[in-house]
């Protein structure tokens, strides 16, 4: 069964669902041979659940419960981010060979494992005439990566049907080793929030003119300028109480000279705030908003001055922050009317879903049942995925994918070598049956 469940992901890990942000670049026959493998692959999936198709290869698959008072969905996604051509991949990226006990290719992990596991749980179930306690949707967008359409129409789909999910259930989080200094544990970490995704771009305006007359604070320079004050001015910093609460978690299994200060981490938050942003780049990205320029252009000849320069900066929203405060840090600190500062792309940071009431308990409970060896914990998601959407039908929204993961593994995540390891997906397969089968019948407290 579980070899079975394997060749199922690597034939579709061999797809190549690669979304971008023209939909002109994109290879839709990949996409649509997609879904035929994916008929193929799991028929009871398509037979005996309905199906609606969202935007254009989105899917929302409906699998009535024995109530319906309490919906839960599940999420993943089925495109992926193109691979870069001169990354030193050591195996094919669309080749989804088996080389050491493990599935190599785009998208093993970010996100068709997700999906694959789900839908073989769903079939293993079907193929035992299981009916769930509470109705099941699985909701698969088409265009994470670019930040797409999918999702939201999902949610209106559900809206429009009266659908209020009792639990929301994403890609994000996992089962990570070699997460924490000191910590020896996996720690299986679960997204109750994640951080708002905000672009802007800031623009000069100059003259311009030949290059052999400059002047000086031209449009370049002053976009230089702007840019360096923006990167010597931090956000300020603090410990959100997802991340106090990881730290209280972790504290037991943490090096003696750390357990003090992370078990009275909520007492200690500020001298935990600093610890944090003195531990590196990684950690003091979970204590506050980030700032990083991405994108540059100026002159469209070496010996032109050029008379347009631009920068993009990616703005990554810690929960307490807004789009409007971001506006603000960014203005004063640049201190220049001259640096025209444009909101390209709005996104505020995901409320914080509930970690003391059944939904969260639910997740936790499987987690200590497939992954005895690891510790549960929340936190905050650095990153965006298509679970922010649906926290306007949903109160308790998670971002958790149960597989293992070395810190190697989570580096190659959009990135070069990604790869899962074979029995890493056949736990995560468990995980989502076991979860399935746990629903909770009946009432459920708050």
């Known amino acids: 069964m579980r070899d ?3 060749e199922k992901l690597r034939a579709l890990v061999r797809i190549p669902t690669v979304s971008r942000q023209d939909p002109a670049d994109e290879d839709l026959s990949a996409f649509e041979r997609f879904h035929d493998e994916l008929r193929a692959r799991f028929p009871r999936l398509h037979t005996e ?5 969202v935007t254009d290869h989105g899917l929302l698959f409906h699998w009535q419960g024995r109530e319906a008072a309490r919906p839960v969905v599940l999420m993943a996604h089925l495109d992926v981010v193109p691979v870069d051509d001169d990354a030193s991949w050591q195996h094919p990226a669309f080749g989804a060979e088996i080389v050491d006990g493990h599935v190599w290719g785009r998208g093993t992990l970010d996100d068709k494992g997700s999906l694959v596991a789900i839908c073989e749980a769903v079939e293993r179930l079907l193929e035992r005439g299981f009916v769930p306690a509470q109705d099941v949707w699985l909701s698969f967008g088409c265009d994470e990566e670019v930040s797409g359409t999918a999702a939201p129409a999902a949610v209106a789909i559900l809206r429009e049907r009266g659908v209020v999910p009792w639990l929301v259930l994403d890609e994000g989080g996992a089962v990570a080793h070699e997460a924490f200094p ?11 929030t994640e951080k708002g995704v905000t672009s802007l771009e800031l623009r000069v305006d100059g003259r311009g003119g030949h290059a052999s007359t400059p002047t000086k604070m031209d449009a370049t320079a002053r976009l230089a300028r702007a840019i360096l004050r923006l990167d010597r001015s931090s956000f300020p910093a603090s410990a959100p109480a997802p991340t106090v609460e990881l730290m209280q978690r972790l504290a037991p299994y943490a090096p003696a000279a750390l357990r003090p200060l992370m078990a009275n981490a909520a007492r200690l938050r500020p001298v935990l705030t600093r610890a944090l942003v003195a531990a590196g780049p990684e950690s003091a990205a979970m204590t506050r908003t980030t700032a990083a320029v991405t994108t ?5 000849a070496l010996n032109v001055v050029a008379s347009t320069a631009k920068a993009g900066v990616n703005v990554r929203i810690m929960v307490g922050d807004s789009v409007a405060s971001v506006l603000s840090h960014v203005r004063s600190v640049v201190k220049d009317q001259e640096v025209q500062v444009k909101v390209l792309e709005a996104g505020e940071p995901s409320p914080v879903s509930p970690t003391d009431d059944d939904a969260f308990r639910l997740i936790e409970s499987t987690i200590a049942e497939a992954f005895p060896d690891a510790v549960p914990a929340p936190y905050v998601m650095m990153a965006a995925t298509d679970s922010r959407f649906f926290t306007a039908i949903c109160e308790r929204v998670y971002r958790y994918t149960p597989f293992r993961m070395t810190r190697a593994q989570r580096q190659a995540i959009h990135s070069y070598d990604e790869h899962i390891g074979v029995e890493a997906f056949a736990e995560g397969v468990l995980w989502y049956q076991r ?3 746990r629903l909770p019948e009946g009432q459920v407290t708050a």
Request: proline share 11%.
């Open 4 to 6: 079975r469940a394997v």
């Open 49 to 53: 659940l309905d199906l609606t198709p």
């Open 182 to 192: 000191g910590v020896e544990l996996p720690v299986a970490v679960v997204g109750v």
């Open 296 to 300: 540059l252009s100026g002159s469209p």
């Open 435 to 437: 979860l399935i089968e």
